[in-house]
């Protein structure tokens, strides 16, 4: 089945550090891919999108880039900050032909980033 | 309505009790998805529906487990014979369909004692 894994436990930058969220996708078919994150006491909501290959999915500093061939959506950026810190978490969305032609969107086990000020 | 709505946001019940769990989605959104949520854990899928219909209810972990969309609005999953191991966040979200972003609601919080 599809499956998403991704750099799993916390991740403790400091501000103004880089930043590398790996995230590597299995599917047997051709997905959407999405970052979602999630604020204490909430549900996890949209951060950011791709839906093909080499499209590259923008928001508040964060990139990530579709990567067909490595089957990869890394989440990057250049300086994080103390309001960065959230749990992250990687999804994709296949077609699901078994599902009338729907999209399910599947999760990884979620990234905690904690951004030391 | 404004976004989507979870209904209870906490619910204690002992263990062989019956629990049922609402979703009111955004309106006008055709897509209602069921997760559970582990703590420290990604969302896991349930159950899917397009409008009433129940396309997708492989994520259900056994047959204590179900839910219905009646209407194509509001959504109920009910859990029979609850048992510890269902403690746990049951998330709904909902979306316009297609590859459309799914919104989540806020949660229940199902303790089984």
């Known amino acids: 089945g599809d499956s998403v894994v991704q750099t799993e436990g916390q991740v403790l930058p400091s501000e103004g550090d880089s930043l590398i969220v790996n995230c590597s996708y299995e599917?047997?078919?051709?997905?959407?891919l999405f970052w979602y994150v999630q604020y204490p006491g909430e549900g996890p909501q949209l951060h950011l999108k791709?839906?093909?290959?080499?499209d590259k999915g923008r928001n508040k500093g964060f990139e990530a880039m579709y990567r067909k061939e490595t089957t990869s959506f890394h989440l990057e950026k250049d300086s994080v900050q103390e309001s960065d810190s959230a749990v992250y978490f990687c999804?994709?969305?296949?077609?699901?032909?078994?599902?009338?032609?729907?999209?399910?969107?599947?999760f990884g086990r979620g990234t905690s980033l904690i951004v030391h000020p | 309505g404004a976004g989507v709505s979870q209904s209870p946001r906490y619910k204690v019940t002992k263990r062989g009790q019956d629990v049922a769990l609402r979703c009111d989605p955004i309106?006008?959104?055709?897509?209602l998805y069921w997760y559970r949520q582990a703590l420290g854990q990604g969302p896991e899928f349930l159950t899917y529906?397009?409008?009433?219909?129940?396309?997708?209810k492989s994520g259900l972990p056994n047959d204590r487990f179900s839910a219905e969309r009646p209407e194509g609005s509001i959504s109920t999953l009910t859990i029979q014979r609850t048992e510890q191991r269902d403690s746990a966040m049951y998330r709904c979200?909902?979306?316009?369909?297609?590859?459309?972003?799914?919104?989540f609601g806020q949660g229940t919080r199902l303790t089984v004692v």
């Open positions: 979200a909902s979306s316009s369909g297609g590859l459309t972003e799914a919104f």
């Open positions: 599917t047997t078919q051709y997905p959407s």
């Open positions: 791709a839906m093909k290959a080499n």
């Open positions: 999804a994709l969305s296949p077609l699901s032909h078994a599902s009338g032609g729907s999209y399910i969107p599947t």
């Open positions: 309106s006008g959104h055709v897509s």
């Open positions: 529906f397009n409008y009433e219909a129940q396309q997708d």
